[in-house]
C-alpha cells in the first residue's frame, strides 16, 4: 500500500533551517509527481512545493518563493523540503502528498519556529 513517512521537523528559531524529508513507498515513486503541503492551527491546509516526476519542473507557494527548495532522489524515493529564512509564520504541520490516482498523504511533521 502506498505509504509517505515525513520526517525533519523540530523547533527552529527565526532565520534557521531545516531539511524535511520524505520516505514513499508503495507505487511506483519515478512516475509520481510529489508535493508538499502545510497546514497551520486554525487555518486551512495549503500547497507548499510541487515537483513533477523527473524533477524538472517545481511550482512553489508565493509565501515561500526564495526561501524553500523541493528536490527528489528517485533512486531513494525520496523527496526533500529545504526551509532557509524561517519566519514564525512557517509554524505549522507539513505533508506529503501523492495522487496515486487517490490522494495519499503522510502523518506530518510539526514545524515551530520561535524564539
Known amino acids: 500500500q502506498v505509504r509517505l513517512v515525513e520526517s525533519g521537523g523540530g523547533l527552529v528559531q527565526p532565520g534557521g533551517s531545516l531539511r524535511l524529508s520524505c520516505a514513499a513507498s508503495?507505487?511506483?515513486?519515478?512516475?509520481?509527481?510529489m508535493s508538499w503541503y502545510r497546514q497551520a492551527p486554525g487555518k486551512e491546509r495549503e500547497l507548499v512545493a510541487y515537483?513533477?516526476?523527473?524533477?524538472?519542473?517545481?511550482t512553489y507557494a508565493d509565501s515561500v518563493k526564495g526561501r524553500f527548495t523541493i528536490s527528489r532522489d528517485n533512486a531513494k524515493n525520496m523527496v526533500y523540503l529545504q526551509m532557509n529564512s524561517l519566519i514564525p509564520e512557517d509554524t505549522a504541520v507539513y505533508f506529503c502528498?501523492?495522487?496515486?490516482?487517490?490522494?495519499?498523504w503522510g502523518q506530518g511533521t510539526q514545524v515551530t519556529v520561535s524564539s
Open positions: 502528498y501523492v495522487k496515486v490516482p487517490f490522494d495519499y
Open positions: 508503495g507505487f511506483t515513486f519515478r512516475d509520481s509527481a
Open positions: 515537483i513533477s516526476n523527473l524533477g524538472v519542473r517545481t
